[in-house]
């Protein structure tokens, strides 16, 4: 089964560029969604089929995948963007999260 | 307005029961696929379980295969987990989340606790 590894935290910078990575074999092989998470509040998702934008999600989500590594980039972070994020992916017929990545706007 | 309430968490011994349901409302139930996501506390997000519209294909995750059971009543709009032979381990946040379309959790629930302890 795929094992998807993301970094435990991220810092960055108020109008700055946040980068989170999401790691595994073959990765870009296969779809990687990702999921934002506030304290105390249910998942969302902020990215799917690599780097699709659900509606109401705002311009500065991007994402990518390619080779082992996909990434969400989040452009102009806002303070509102802290959050923990977690990426995750299909395996066969059950899913896989990644342990999530703290990103903290400083 | 897509809804969904989960209900049925509390407190229980290790190798107790417990069912938790899953109340949807403001979508056709019966279309889609449904899921149970945990995340213990303090800690990341774990698929559980899903099932498909009809009830007929479920998969769940290793850890909880032989002790848990997905399902589901249409008519009653509902899905349902029940957990038996639980551990400490099983103690977290338990989501209901809709499979929509392009293989999405497009809704989640609000969540409910379930503590297994002694």
């Known amino acids: 089964s795929y094992d998807l590894t993301q970094p435990p935290s991220v810092s960055v910078s108020p109008g700055q560029t946040a980068i989170i990575t999401c790691s595994g074999d073959n990765l870009g092989d296969i779809y990687i969604f990702w999921y934002q998470q506030k304290p105390g509040q249910s998942p969302v998702l902020v990215i799917y089929?690599?780097?699709k934008r659900p509606s109401g999600i705002p311009e500065r989500f991007s994402g990518s995948n390619s080779g082992n590594t996909a990434t969400l980039t989040i452009n102009g972070t806002q303070a509102m963007d802290e959050a923990d994020y977690y990426c995750?992916?299909?395996?066969?017929?059950?899913?896989?999260f990644g342990g999530g990545t703290k990103l903290a706007v400083l | 307005e897509v809804q969904l309430v989960e209900s049925g968490g509390g407190l229980v011994q290790p190798g107790g029961s417990l069912r938790l349901s899953c109340a949807a409302s403001?979508?056709?139930?019966?279309?889609?696929?449904m899921t149970w996501v945990r995340q213990a506390p303090g800690k990341g997000l774990e698929w559980v379980a899903n099932i498909k519209e009809n009830g007929s294909d479920k998969h769940y995750v290793d850890s909880v295969k032989g002790r848990f059971t997905i399902s589901r009543d249409n008519t009653k709009k509902s899905l349902y987990l029940q957990m038996n032979s639980l551990r400490v381990e099983d103690t977290a946040v338990y989501y209901c989340?809709?499979?929509?379309?392009?293989?999405?959790?497009?809704?989640w629930g609000q969540g409910t606790l379930v503590t297994v302890s002694s």
């Open positions: 089929h690599d780097n």
């Open positions: 403001g979508f056709t139930f019966s279309s889609y696929w």
């Open positions: 989340a809709r499979e929509g379309d392009s293989e999405v959790f497009d809704y």
């Open positions: 995750q992916a299909w395996d066969s017929d059950t899913v896989v």
